[in-house]
């Protein structure tokens, strides 16, 4: 299962090549057939390395993958159901309405960060419920500041000189929600749903820890250690505590 879907759906088509059966939840409908198209040709021009990568039957691979273009239904909803990727946009991914313990993997690229804590919570709270007991919680989490991809003068650590009040209004509006949580408070807000971390493995380089000294974090920051605070991305691998190895 997968939450935030977005408009570009590589990761649960490529797990459906794969033969997965995938259950995606965006709170908004993102997706054109144009997008679908555009990643299964992204898909198309990478086949022959995934396969080398994964020591997977390239042939095989191909074939499915021509199956999924030929399928070409009216709208993005009826194409990837009919190959195995159940689109609910828009929808709410803490009422998914699926049977208790039928999923295996609980995931989701780059969307945590645009979910106000309290959703998290109730996010996770699902994903308790809907896992396998041997299921796999694996989040991909980025906490940089997103305006640093669209504006040069602006670092990847600049939402951290923000009151909580003037975020509020430049980063956490309509158009653009960004939580600013530091991994600890993920870490913390899985633990507090039932999950046990497995793995982290965390993005921070030198040249981050020295853009960050030249930054006055604002006070809501100022008790996190400079590693965390200069991590621009995450990835998280969890189980449930009660039945994890
Ligand atoms: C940056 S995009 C990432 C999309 C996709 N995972 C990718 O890697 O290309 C963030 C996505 O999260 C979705 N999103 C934000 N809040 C959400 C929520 N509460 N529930 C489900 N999806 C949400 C957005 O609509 C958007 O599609």
Redesign the pocket.
């Known amino acids: 299962m ?10 649960p088509l490529g797990l459906a090549l794969l033969g997965a059966e995938v259950y995606t ?4 409908a ?1 997706l054109r057939n144009n997008n679908l198209r555009t990643t299964l040709d992204l898909l198309h021009t990478s086949i022959d390395d995934i396969a080398r990568q994964m020591d997977l039957d390239r042939d095989g691979l191909r074939g499915r993958l021509d199956e999924f273009v030929r399928v070409n239904a009216r709208n993005p909803r009826a194409w990837l159901d009919r190959i195995g990727v159940h689109y609910n ?1 828009p ?4 009422q998914t309405g699926l049977p208790p313990e039928t999923v295996d993997i609980h995931f ?4 945590l ?4 804590s309290a ?2 919570t109730d ?1 996770f709270s699902e994903a308790y419920r809907v896992l396998k007991p041997k299921g796999l919680l694996w989040h ?1 989490v ?1 906490t940089s500041d ?1 305006f640093a991809a669209i504006d040069p003068q602006v670092t990847h650590f600049n939402c951290l000189k923000y009151s909580a009040l003037i975020w509020r209004l430049i980063g956490q509006n309509k158009i653009h ?1 960004i939580n600013r949580l530091r991994k600890s408070e993920y870490l913390k807000l899985f633990g507090s749903t039932g999950f046990k971390i497995i793995k982290v493995d965390a993005l921070i380089t030198p040249e981050d820890l020295t853009t960050l000294e030249h930054i006055r974090v604002n006070r809501r920051f100022r008790s996190f250690d400079k590693t965390e605070l200069a991590m621009r991305h995450f990835i998280v691998a969890a189980q449930k505590a009660a039945t994890a190895s």
């Not at 997968?2 to 990761?11: A, H, L, Q, S």
């Open positions: 997968e939450i935030g879907t977005g408009w570009v759906p590589t990761v939840y965006d709170h908004l993102h946009a929808a709410d991914a803490a989701s690229v780059n969307v960060e645009h979910i106000p959703k998290l996010i991909g980025d997103e929600y």
